[in-house]
């Protein structure tokens, strides 16, 4: 059997990178036949599980609760709040038949689920004893995806966590999104070492029916950005849509006030594999790696296989008592081929056994983040992994913030914005004065640069705004985007 | 607080039963709108998680991997085993728009997903070497049912699980069948507690494309028998529709042989809630209660708070560190509505303390199924639970078995039959031809039940047909059906 070539250059060829690691690795079916659906095939739906229950533990721990609310959304309930219908209209698969019959009532695909989820909030939530109120559910969910779908990138149809929170007042919600924010820095930037833009966005960008959005912008390869998280304060405008009132104490009725957040699962997976990886496939994380171990025997001709396979059994044995995900690989390939396989599903560590680590009581020991190979005592084995485990996500988290530190720049002027552009500098940020006509104005000069949205804490260094020449109301951010 | 009434009789009363746990345990919410269609709430959702990941645990363990296929299903793909289309075809819910046009083709809503997963099967299956290939995926599945929709019973949306397996020859198919038997066995009969009968379904009766169905039925307390799981042996059927070959040791080509195991969540649910329940409320299994022990401090007047939460806490501490899920409810509420609350939430153990327990180093505890109190010594409390924990699960069982054993008889002649029938006997055993026809003189002379098929063991037995009192094929057992 050949061992095939390696891929392309991540960089300046990501696109067909990714599509031969999403096939290499078997990670992602994109032959179903239907645009924009996708299937995930084992190895892509086991690195999510292992991530979305880390998602879910951050979300029960913050006092959400799981449930689930039908995938149909009745047309009425759909367009109940005015901005949200008007956001999602064009976007949405309707069921209209049932059998060999129309429907009465004409029931979309969920979007998002604020519509299906907030009717029911309204006869639940009573009395300001029964918040906050937090629940969350784990879906898929449809958008009719325009522009060019690409998988995990954009689908039509993707994964996704939406928690939706009712609080009593503002500083409740507010505290909410903050906390929100946290569940996504431990989990998206410490667990799975994929840094990110935390954002306001522009006015005109926010949820369609928000008062304000937040978003997460992760920076890929090719240097755009993607959008895999946002939170939103709805202040009172679905409550006032659905009726969402509680008694306080004073035995007044009030609107409530909410907050909802959604991760996006589909899109953190294409982050992983595209910010992690290398010319020789996948690099995972080790604690979401499905297989964290792979031990491979090196035979010897003139060398007894069964003193091999106990000294590996011994191996392998130890590493499963402390909960390791760990595989033998006794198949009849060459050692090389085994090794090109595992490092293009990225298995984080691989153990070599031969005699040389049987004679000397020994194992070989390789990092597919750093690709180094190490020998060790076999008393040693326990706390090498415990010290490569941790040291992994911390390699993989710094190499990744790095990257994205070292493509944001300051621009001065629409000049300077243009000279950046025209170096491929990813991430540009400006003074800007907040007017949509300002930010198509940049979109076109610069062929495609969006306004990303200003962090707070940046605010106060805004000075004019580097279209209209006006006082700036902060500094946005500039990139172009999936 | 007003204590409300205890709940009506549940088996000469289970409709309205069901409906008043359903909502005063707060699992399932039916005011969402559109027919068939219900809302999980949180305590439903925690529960099914717990048997879910039972589940998904024994499924991996027996080689199955996860996987995810698209919600929606072309038509020409729907069509292809002919079969099969004619058996789901009335019960189809069709996408049939996008934003605000007309798809090219109309998609289905998964009734099921053969026809999504194997036109990928015939991609990924080349050689001997790729089998057995096993995956399963756990999602929700739409069919328009036209029949009295039931929440968890018999809905439009349902949660389940669905194994897809492909083996080389029929001996490979037929011991999946048995090792899904011992899954199913193994989660719903010894951790759940419920019992079912494990029937052959007449070759009429069988899932639509299949060689033959094996079905699990439970028994209601309304004496209605509930299938909540299916295995089926697909022969090459659609391996043959959609080109799923292999090529074999000796190079030449063949059909795969497949099987399919759907596993019903919602259901089960249903089975969960109906079978072990009492006019309490709900009786959870300690392993899948989301709350497995709470505590309810008693205060007395006299009594130093303190001092009873100082206790309180040192019990709740020592719970947690043996991983168990306990919490404390300190709400203003008697203790009295306290109880009442968790024993309709069916929660298995109960622990009250208060003066007389800190003064004795005691605890007072609860056991939800048997409704009776034991007064331990704080020393062993952990043993206490643990012979508790064990015990809960074979009572609740043990009683579920006796239930389903008293209700089985069998019938001679079609005289008897209708004897039994006028007894109210839930589930008669007869002699069968297997004929179509004879079935439905049954159900018409019955008023109602249906051959739900027989059991391999007991064929040996038959004689001749109640009916048309021709040479019998086996003993087929008849009770309604949900």
């Known amino acids: 059997m050949e061992v095939e070539p390696s891929l392309p250059e991540?960089?300046?060829?990501?696109?067909?990178?990714?599509d031969e690691v999403l096939a290499r690795a078997e990670l992602i079916d994109i032959r179903y036949g239907v645009k924009g659906f996708i299937v995930y095939r084992p190895y892509a739906m086991e690195i999510i599980n292992n991530f979305?229950?880390?998602?879910?533990?951050?979300?029960?721990d913050n006092g959400h609760r799981p449930a689930l609310f039908p995938l149909v959304i009745p047309e009425k309930m759909l367009r109940k709040e005015a901005r949200h219908i008007k956001g999602f209209e064009g976007q949405v698969f309707w069921v209209t038949h049932s059998g060999f019959n129309p429907l009465e009532e004409k029931l979309a695909l969920r979007p998002t689920s604020e519509t299906a989820i907030y009717p029911l909030y309204s006869l639940w939530i009573k009395s300001y004893k029964d918040l906050p109120f937090k629940l969350y559910q784990s879906v898929t969910v449809y958008r009719y995806e325009?522009?060019?779908?690409?998988?995990?990138?954009?689908?039509?149809?993707?994964?996704?966590?939406?928690?939706?929170?009712?609080?009593?007042d503002i500083s409740g919600a507010e505290r909410q999104i903050e906390e929100d924010v946290a569940i996504f820095n431990k989990v998206v930037k410490d667990s799975l070492g994929i840094p990110f833009l935390h954002l306001k966005r522009e006015d005109y960008d926010k949820f369609a029916g928000a008062d304000y959005s937040f978003a997460f912008d992760c920076l890929l390869p090719d240097g755009r950005v993607l959008q895999i998280g946002t939170t939103h304060y709805l202040g009172t405008n679905f409550a006032k849509a659905f009726e969402i009132k509680y008694q306080d104490e004073d035995e007044s009725f009030k609107y409530a006030h909410q907050t909802c957040f959604g991760i996006g699962i589909s899109r953190i997976l294409a982050a992983l594999i595209l910010i992690h990886g290398d010319e020789f496939g996948l690099i995972l994380p080790f604690d979401i790696a499905p297989i964290q171990i792979v031990i491979i025997p090196i035979p010897k001709k003139e060398y007894p296989d069964d003193k091999l396979r106990k000294y590996i059994d011994k191996v392998k044995e130890k590493l499963m008592?402390?909960?390791?995900?760990?595989?033998?690989?006794?198949?009849?390939?060459?050692?090389?081929?085994?090794?090109?396989?595992?490092?293009?599903?990225?298995?984080?560590?691989?153990?070599?056994?031969?005699?040389?680590?049987?004679?000397?009581?020994?194992?070989?020991?390789?990092?597919?983040?750093?690709?180094?190979?190490?020998?060790?005592?076999?008393?040693?084995?326990?706390?090498?992994?415990?010290?490569?485990?941790?040291?992994?996500?911390?390699?993989l988290r710094a190499r990744?913030?790095?990257?994205?530190?070292k493509s944001?720049?300051?621009?001065?002027?629409?000049?300077?914005?243009?000279?950046?552009?025209?170096?491929?500098?990813?991430?540009?940020?400006?003074?800007?004065?907040?007017?949509?006509?300002?930010?198509?104005?940049?979109?076109?000069?610069?062929?495609?640069?969006?306004?990303?949205?200003?962090?707070?804490?940046?605010?106060?260094?805004?000075?004019?705004?580097?279209?209209?020449?006006?006082?700036?109301?902060?500094?946005?951010?500039?990139?172009?985007?999936?």
Chains 1, 2 share one sequence.
């Open 10 to 18: 991540k960089t300046t060829n990501m696109s067909k990178w990714y």
């Open 52 to 60: 979305l229950d880390m998602f879910k533990k951050e979300l029960e």
């Open 146 to 168: 325009t522009k060019a779908t690409r998988p995990l990138l954009r689908g039509r149809e993707f994964l996704w966590i939406e928690t939706h929170d009712v609080f009593r």
């Open 321 to 395: 008592e402390n909960d390791y995900r760990v595989i033998v690989d006794y198949s009849e390939k060459s050692p090389g081929e085994k090794y090109y396989y595992y490092d293009m599903k990225g298995v984080p560590l691989r153990i070599e056994i031969g005699p040389r680590e049987v004679n000397n009581n020994q194992i070989t020991i390789f990092r597919r983040d750093l690709r180094k190979k190490y020998v060790i005592s076999s008393d040693e084995i326990m706390e090498t992994i415990e010290e490569f485990r941790k040291d992994i996500i911390k390699t």
């Open 400 to 405: 990744a913030v790095d990257g994205l530190n």
């Open 408 to 482: 944001i720049v300051y621009a001065e002027s629409l000049g300077e914005v243009l000279r950046y552009v025209d170096e491929g500098k990813p991430i540009i940020k400006v003074g800007f004065c907040g007017r949509k006509a300002c930010a198509d104005e940049l979109k076109s000069e610069t062929l495609g640069y969006e306004t990303r949205g200003y962090s707070l804490m940046e605010r106060e260094n805004a000075r004019y705004c580097v279209v209209c020449g006006q006082e700036a109301d902060h500094i946005t951010y500039l990139a172009k985007a999936y």
